[in-house]
């Protein structure tokens, strides 16, 4: 099984926009509309901020969006600020599977 | 308070077995998957388990398929992993997570614990 493919790494500065990419094959991204994304700082647990592509659990800020187009989703955090620098995970499921993403570090220049 | 706390890490000897538990409490845990979830050091997530609420259904990742065993017990508000056969590649923090009520996502995550496999 091989992880989703995400860039290692995306920055921009405060106020600005990042959009990560998770690429995947038919099986998994292009195949369910079961993509997710989860935040993740250092030394703590993963939080869900995106999920089924498009929708945000409550509580999470609608700087946070998600799309998809065939075998790749992506993550889009408009309005940078200092608190979105974290690492960013893609999953999805495939058929009972799940993949993660590789990961990317975002930094706020 | 709505939370899942893992435990039962440790350090194991390479073909060791050990046994995680996780624990919930917060909601009515019968009604939810789970999966287990784990992060070695200095890398990715990386999915390894999936029992459905009432244990009808269960996966591996093909990286821990026929080592790895999970269980829950709903009387007990629980989710365990049995590990067996362990590589120093196990090594990680393992993490018990569950599926969103009626969609895809894991809304909760316990705080992990450590595995270390080596001699």
């Known amino acids: 099984q091989s992880p989703l493919t995400q860039p290692p790494s995306a920055s921009g500065s405060p106020g600005q926009s990042v959009t990560i990419s998770c690429t995947g094959t038919y099986s998994d991204v292009g195949g369910y509309n079961y993509v997710s994304w989860y935040q993740q700082y250092p030394g703590k647990a993963p939080k869900l901020i995106i999920y089924e592509v498009i929708k945000r659990p409550s509580g999470v800020p609608d700087r946070f969006s998600g799309s998809k187009s065939g075998n790749t989703a992506s993550l889009t955090v408009s309005g940078l600020q200092a608190e979105d620098e974290a690492d960013y995970y893609c999953s999805s499921y495939a058929r009972n599977n799940n993949f993660f993403g590789t990961g990317t570090r975002v930094t706020v220049l | 308070e709505v939370q899942l706390v893992e435990s039962g890490g440790g350090l194991v000897q390479p073909g060791g077995s050990l046994t995680l538990s996780c624990a919930a409490s917060g909601f009515t845990f019968r009604n939810y998957e789970m999966n287990w979830v784990r992060q070695a050091p200095g890398k990715g997530l990386e999915w390894i388990s999936y029992i459905r609420h009432g244990g009808t259904n269960i996966y591996y990742a093909a990286s821990v398929k026929g080592r790895f065993t999970i269980s829950r017990d709903d009387a007990k508000d629980s989710l365990y992993l049995q590990m067996s056969g362990l590589r120093a590649e196990d090594t990680a923090v393992y993490f018990c997570?569950?599926?969103?009520?009626?969609?895809?996502?894991?809304?909760?995550w316990g705080q992990g614990t450590t595995v270390t496999v080596s001699s």
């Open positions: 997570a569950r599926d969103g009520f009626h969609y895809y996502g894991l809304d909760l």
